[in-house]
T-cell receptor, first 110, second 115 residues
Framework: GQSLEQPSEVTAVEGAIVQINCTYQ??????LSWYQQHDGGAPTFLSY????GLEETGRFSSFLSRSDSYGYLLLQELQMKDSASYFC???????????FGPGTRLSVLP | KAGVTQTPRYLIKTRGQQVTLSCSPI?????VSWYQQTPGQGLQFLFE???????NKGNFPGRFSGRQFSNSRSEMNVSTLELGDSALYLC??????????????FGEGSRLTVL
């Protein structure tokens, strides 16, 4: 089957750094996307890795290792507004996000 | 640029009925995907359309169907509704970057309640 695994919950304090891991087992894998979703809102795109290594976008960075079927999202200088659910998604060649992970709920404490 | 628009935002149906949901993608986006989101199952891929053709399909029964029109607008239909179909149905469009991208733009969703 096709699956991605993520921790269900992560808690951290404001200003800290947190890493959300994602391991995958899929066919047709071309890259890994990350999305943020606040309660009651729509998912919003954060980052995408097609190549191994680190992609940095402001306070957020994402990493992919194809040999380990593993990626992570790194959030730095955490803010209260970062409290949300974070999803990784396997991406096919044409950009279709065909399998999502179960999501990681991040709680940022003051 | 207007975002992805989904209608209706909320709807209530009873078991056995059918429902049609509509999605207007961002102008210029030709790929439209549909997802079902529930607390228990998370975000599950339903299908993806590109240039009026279903290009990918998730693991859902045939009661779930969709189509895309020449202007890239898309509809999905669920027939013979079951209680378990209660969910948030999300539509997403993308600019279709072969070999890269992976970025989806989501609408606010249509929340379906089946009684």
């Amino acid at each position: 089957g096709q699956s991605l695994e993520q921790p269900s919950e992560v808690t951290a304090v404001e200003g800290a750094i947190v890493q959300i891991n994602c391991t995958y087992q899929t066919s047709g894998f071309y890259g890994l996307s990350w999305y943020q979703q606040h309660d009651g809102g729509a998912p919003t795109f954060l980052s995408y890795n097609a190549l191994d290594g680190l992609e940095e976008t402001g306070r957020f960075s994402s990493f992919l290792s194809r040999s380990d079927s593993y990626g992570y999202l790194l959030l730095q200088e955490l803010q209260m507004k970062d409290s949300a659910s974070y999803f990784c998604a396997a991406v096919g060649y044409y950009g279709q996000n065909f399998v999502f992970g179960p999501g990681t709920r991040l709680s940022v404490l003051p | 640029k207007a975002g992805v628009t989904q209608t209706p935002r909320y709807l209530i149906k009873t078991r056995g009925q059918q429902v049609t949901l509509s999605c207007s993608p961002i102008s210029g986006h030709r790929s439209v995907s549909w997802y079902q989101q529930t607390p228990g199952q998370g975000l599950q891929f339903l299908f993806e359309y590109f240039s009026e053709t279903q290009r990918n399909k998730g693991n859902f029964p045939g009661r779930f169907s969709g189509r895309q029109f020449s202007n890239s607008r898309s509809e999905m239909n669920v027939s013979t509704l079951e209680l378990g179909d209660s969910a948030l149905y999300l539509c997403a469009s993308s600019p279709e970057v072969a070999g890269g991208g992976g970025e989806l733009f989501f609408g606010e969703g249509s929340r379906l309640t089946v009684l």
